[in-house]
Every structure is written in structure tokens, then in C-alpha cells.
């Protein structure tokens, strides 16, 4: 019988984990309170809400992946991801402080895209578990 060498796990795999749940948590709350943070932020209710479900999709297959895909993997798409975030974030209080409206529809925009498209970069990318990781067990005589 053969067994699959899984990944350790470590404090790097611990803050992934972390960071889709936190994702999954913000979108319960962007679904529950879509109404007033729509308001809130100047975005459509219904723009919550897909916000929402694609922020639970992307937590989910982020925490799904998390000992089959590379760490440098995770590592390099969520620092890609969160440097979009705060600079998604910026753009919209630049927007704001100007006197602009559309200041949430960038970053709620954003916050319903790069989840999207995070999830498929993290299911494309080339699985841990190779060939030469499968491990066959030998029995002692």
C-alpha cells in the first residue's frame, strides 16, 4: 500500500490557514450585512453579497490546497493579493478625499475579483505531491 508524504505542518501553513478563514469571515459578514455596508461604502447590496460569495469560494480553496500546493506558492500569491488589496484601498480613500463617490466600487470591485482569480492561480499551480514523494513501505523480514 502506498502511502502520500504530506507537507508538515508549520507556522506558515497555520497563517494560510488563518488567511482563508479570515477571507470565509469576511464574507459572512459582507452577506449578512450587505444592506447597511452597501450603504456604507456606496456599493449596491447585491455587490456585497457576490463580494461575499467570492471571498468564501477563495478562503475555501485556499484553506482546500493548503498541503497539496508549494508554500513559495501561497506565500507569492498572497502577497500579490494583499499588495492589490491595500492598494485597492488607497485608491479608494484618494477617491474620497477628493470629493469622488466611486471610492467603494474599487475596493468591494476588487475584493470581488482577485478572490476569483487567487482560487485559479492556487488550482493550477504544479501539486506537491509528485511521484517521487509517494512512499512505499518495505517490510522487514
Do not use: C
Not at 477571507?23 to 453579497?49: E, F
Not at 491595500?86 to 476588487?110: C, D, H, K, Q, S
Request: hydrophobic share 50%; glycine share 12%.
Amino acid at each position: 500500500m502506498a502511502r502520500i508524504a504530506a507537507p508538515p505542518v508549520t507556522p506558515r501553513t497555520v497563517g494560510i490557514i488563518a488567511d482563508g478563514a479570515f477571507k470565509v469571515l469576511l464574507a459572512a459578514v459582507y452577506a449578512v450585512g450587505s444592506a447597511p455596508l452597501g450603504q456604507l461604502l456606496g456599493v449596491p447590496a447585491w455587490l456585497m453579497v457576490v463580494s461575499g460569495v467570492t471571498l468564501l469560494i477563495g478562503g475555501g480553496i485556499e484553506i482546500g490546497y493548503v498541503r497539496s500546493r508549494p508554500l513559495r506558492t501561497y506565500t507569492r500569491l498572497m502577497v500579490a493579493y494583499d499588495s492589490g488589496w491595500v492598494l485597492t484601498a488607497l485608491a479608494g480613500v484618494l477617491m474620497a478625499w477628493r470629493g469622488g463617490t466611486a471610492g467603494g466600487e474599487v475596493w468591494i470591485g476588487y475584493q470581488t475579483a482577485a478572490p476569483v482569480v487567487f482560487a485559479a492561480l492556487l488550482a493550477a499551480a504544479t501539486s506537491t505531491q509528485t511521484a517521487s514523494e509517494h512512499e512505499i513501505p518495505v517490510r522487514n523480514r
